[in-house]
């Protein structure tokens, strides 16, 4: 057996290029949610919400963009976003954007992640109710019909999470 040359340098495994990552969302989708409005406290009161999810690509991009819009009419609630997804090619991350444009409020940091064969992890630090949390959107569950979003929080530097958003996304 030969030992490997001190001088030859191990070979470098290429970056995978992530560009076309969110292409399977590309068009319109039915959106059904599950959420948990009241977070980190052991709450499992979960509010359920139907409508609308769709994207499209900006300017035959790396970027995406989603008009979101669902509703619960028994509670009165509706829930109306925007989200924009930039990928960096240096990188090889995604950068998401949540976008209010009722507000004027484009959310910072942005959640920044990549995918791993059919899952996609992003991630971010916020403050909720006054202290910092690290959050989690994971992608999963991916195939041209449906797809599978969460949320997540963790108050403890990613030891445990807590799922407070699931969007499942299906189209005919």
């Given at each position: 057996?030969?030992?490997?040359s ?13 560009a ?7 068009g319109d989708?039915?959106a ?6 009241d977070?980190?406290n ?10 609308i999810?769709n ?6 991009s790396?970027?995406?963009?989603e008009?979101?819009e669902?509703d619960n009419?028994?509670k009165h ?6 989200t924009?997804?930039?990928?960096n090619?240096?990188s090889?991350?995604?950068s ?7 507000k004027g ?6 959640v ?5 064969g ?6 971010d630090q ?37 799922v407070n ?6 189209r005919?």
């Open positions: 057996m030969q030992a490997a001190p001088n030859v340098p191990p070979p470098v495994k290429a970056e995978r290029d992530g076309h990552d969110f292409d399977f969302l590309i989708w039915k059904h949610v599950r959420r948990l409005p977070r980190l052991g709450s499992n009161a979960w509010v359920d919400y139907d409508g999810s994207h499209k690509k900006i300017l035959d790396n970027a995406n963009f008009e979101f669902v009419p028994v609630l509706h829930i109306k976003a925007q924009l997804r930039v990928y090619p240096q090889h991350q995604w998401i954007y949540l976008l209010d444009v009722d409020v484009l959310s910072l940091p942005p920044v992640g990549q995918f791993t059919n899952r996609g992890e992003f991630f916020e403050d909720y109710k006054g202290r910092a949390i690290l959050v989690r959107y994971v992608w999963l569950n991916i195939s041209p019909r449906s797809a599978r979003m969460e949320q997540s929080f963790s108050p403890d530097g990613g030891k445990t999470w807590e958003w699931i969007c499942e996304l299906s005919d």
